[in-house]
């Protein structure tokens, strides 16, 4: 039941020349895990952050948050799950860009018909970080406004989506009129390309009062300014870093803007227990058969050009999710 599996991985932290596809060994799945060989799976923008050190891992490292396949063999102790069973996974730690992986078993959801091995692997990491951050991190409902930076990315576009379909109306920031033309299409009303627009000045003239609460994963470039978008008591949720690390902020400056809130959540602490996992993936695969979110495919690499994907991720030139083929 030992082998190798072939995975993508990095010997240094870097840019993306430092993905490696190697031959890798793979133990038997230990107790309490499950071994799953990949048929998708999903790249996230964490994934460049592993890569490059912000979020530095022990090295060597095989990459890669997200992904579905097909259960081929079960450790000891593994009842619940059956050897030929789809599952998906996204909290279960780095080591996806592989064609097979062991897996804790607790991490895995099993995947309904209407969800394609692909669109999970499409959606999971992406859908169940709208789940927490519309339901949980803050209650968004019917007939707020929002903004949502990074529109026509891959967690923006399930986002409008969603949002838009719970009658939400959603300001979104783009770099392109391409990308605010597919945000607007996704449902987000008011699309900002922030390459000729100021988002402040655009939000105070889309909503004079200003707005409960902003999504901001861009951090660096916005995150400041972001505070100026909200209504007195709204709430920044700043839960990512495309743009890189935000500048400190001055605790001071909270009460200046209006006795503000900030908050700086991650997935992994949202679906850290197995019941909040399994609630989450449902909410998301409920929201998908229903068909307020339709997650697409926009982009597929095979598994050995990771390093493209990663470049092009980081270069904005992709919109919504993209899916490496082991
Ligand atoms: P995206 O597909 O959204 O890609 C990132 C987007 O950010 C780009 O397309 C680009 O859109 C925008 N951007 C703005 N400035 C820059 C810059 N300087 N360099 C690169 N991109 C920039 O990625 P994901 O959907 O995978 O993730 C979106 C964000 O959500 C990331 O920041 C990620 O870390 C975060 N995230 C956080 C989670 C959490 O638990 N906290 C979970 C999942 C994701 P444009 O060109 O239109 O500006």
Redesign the pocket.
Known sequence: MSGTTRAIRVHAHGGPERLRLEDVPLPPPGRGEVRVRHTAIG????DT?HRSGLYPLPLPAVLGSEAAGVIEALGEGVHELAVGARVGYCSAGPGAYATRRNVSASKLVPLPDHVSDELAAASM??GM?VE?LVQRCFRVTEGMTVLW????????LLACQWLSAMGVTVIG????DD?AALAKAHGCAHPIV?TREDFVLRVKELAPGKLPVVYD??????VHRSLDCLAPRGLLVS??????KPEPLELLTLGQKGSLYVTR????T?VASREELVASATTLFDAIGRGWVRPEVRHRYALADAAEAHRA????E?????VLVP
């Not at 930076?149 to 923006?156: F, L, N």
């Not at 920031?173 to 392109?176: G, M, N, R, Y």
């Not at 959540?265 to 992994?268: A, I």
């Not at 991720?313 to 904005?316: D, F, S, Y």
């Open positions: 790249v996230n923008f964490i952050y990491l992406k970080t927490f930076h990074a529109a026509a990315g891959g967690v923006g920031t783009v770099s392109t990308k922030t994963s861009v951090g660096k470039d916005t839960f990512g870093n495309a743009s890189g959540p991650s997935l992994m949202y991720l980081e270069a904005r992709t919109t919504g999710s993209i």
